[in-house]
């Protein structure tokens, strides 16, 4: 497995009202979620990662299981705490596999609800009676276009990613009035250490089927978050698809 | 002027006032040279051309005629049109049965005709180059529906079937569209609407925003940012998609 190296982003940070300040991302050891915490690094965002190993992208890393609640809350308030306070959160962690639906176990369907939709619950939790309290924040949780479209082998992940929107949506009607804002990120099939060398998805026949002909980069996926924590000041709820045209 | 968008032409439809003048000064701060295009010329498009640097596209979107002669004009002077924003759009209210058809037709006609026309005309460019940028804004009534809003529902709903079947059909030759459907958002339409309402622009606004789970309407830079973010050639995975800016009131169904 390789870890994939964000591009240097040429933008002078951003100078909106949206003032850069502390994020915390889920997930940032590698992947999107390493090029979600180097994207908002260039911003001159800090950022505190939580992955189950370390973030070295990172201003503050923490080895957690986003599973484990009592463990994301203690590196939440350690973010906090050496940072400041947590104004933008992202959810990335993530786990993939494919199974036919009879064959997938209880253990595996489990995981698959409890890291991607128990990870967004927890994250959510820690991070929101701050910036409740604050009145602004946002919080950007990574679903995928098999959320929308299925797929062949993914009812377990299919499952855990659909949950996610539902979760986004409801969350995001919750808090706006709060002036919160809650979004999502459905990427397609992108060039991660998620997929497997020998993925279908990386199939050179797969990807002909593509409009776009290729994998998406973390990069782009990281480009939307960026956008919907600094830009997307009036979307609400919204999901941006960076899916190579898997899912129009 | 420096930017990620430098070297590059912009053409944005109904540049004279509301949206199309934010949308214009985001693609020029961002470093694109932007055509100004509407229907009619005014000194506003003149002067907002000067401000930023570009030039002026007038003529009527919904004659392939005009369309073609813009376009051309525009490419003579400023070089190929490397991002289309089609933002222009005619508005008239009618219940089926009371509705007059010539409007009701110039609505499609211009809404979905136009834009059609456009992306027709500045292909060929966007095709010597292997890349483009195509951002159509539609809106929310044309993911949702409105009662006395068929032409410009249909009209929209058409934009959006419009990019999902170009963002399959151009992705290939690296010409990406997409498109945004904005929910409120704070333009002079508000003005008409508050007339027809029989009340002022504020109450006008606290009633549209008491539908919306951010409890504000947009303001026109916030779809402008949306348009930045389709504009911008690094992020080329996004093909066919609908980015709703309404606060909240959709939710993402498209």
Known sequence: ?248 | MTGHLQGRVALVTGAGRGMGVAHARRLAADGAVVALNDLTGSTALTSLAAELGGVTAVGDVSDPAAVTRLVADVEARVGPVGILVANHAFMSMARLTQDDETDWWRVVDTNLGGTFHLIQAVLPGMRAHGAGRIVIIASEWGVTGWPGATAYAASKAGLIALTKTLGRELAPEGIVVNAIAPGVIDTPQLLVDAAAAEVSLAEIHARYASGIPLGRIGAPEEVAAAVALLADHRLGSMVGQVIQVNGGSTRGRV
């Open chain 1, 1 to 248: 497995m390789t870890t994939a190296t964000p591009a240097p982003v040429e933008d002078p940070p951003r100078k909106a009202g949206a003032g850069a300040g502390v994020a915390v991302v889920t997930g940032s050891a590698s992947g999107i979620g390493a090029a979600v915490a180097a994207e908002l690094a260039a911003r001159g965002w800090r950022v505190g990662g939580l992955d189950l190993a370390a973030s070295p992208l990172c201003d503050l890393s923490a080895v957690v299981d986003v599973t484990d609640a009592a463990a994301v809350a203690a590196a939440v308030a350690r973010v906090g705490a050496a940072l400041g306070p947590v104004a933008a959160a992202v959810s990335v962690a993530g786990h993939y596999e494919m199974a036919p639906v009879g064959e997938i176990t209880v253990e595996q369907w489990t995981r698959m609800l409890r890291v991607h939709l128990g990870g967004l619950r927890t994250l959510s939790k820690c991070v929101l009676p701050g910036m409740l309290e604050r009145g602004a924040g946002a919080i950007v949780a990574i679903t995928s276009e098999l959320a929308v479209g299925g797929g062949d082998g993914d009812a377990h992940y299919a499952a855990a990613k659909g949950a996610v929107l539902g979760f986004v949506r409801s969350l995001a009607a919750e808090v706006a009035p709060a002036g919160l804002r809650v979004n999502a990120v459905a990427p397609g099939p992108t060039d991660t250490p998620l997929l497997a060398p020998d993925s279908p998805w990386r199939a050179a026949a797969y990807l002909q089927t593509l409009p776009v002909r290729r994998l998406g980069s973390p990069e782009e996926v990281a480009r939307c978050v960026a956008w919907l924590v600094e830009e997307g000041t009036f979307c609400v709820g919204e999901v941006l698809g960076p899916n190579s045209g898997a899912v129009i």
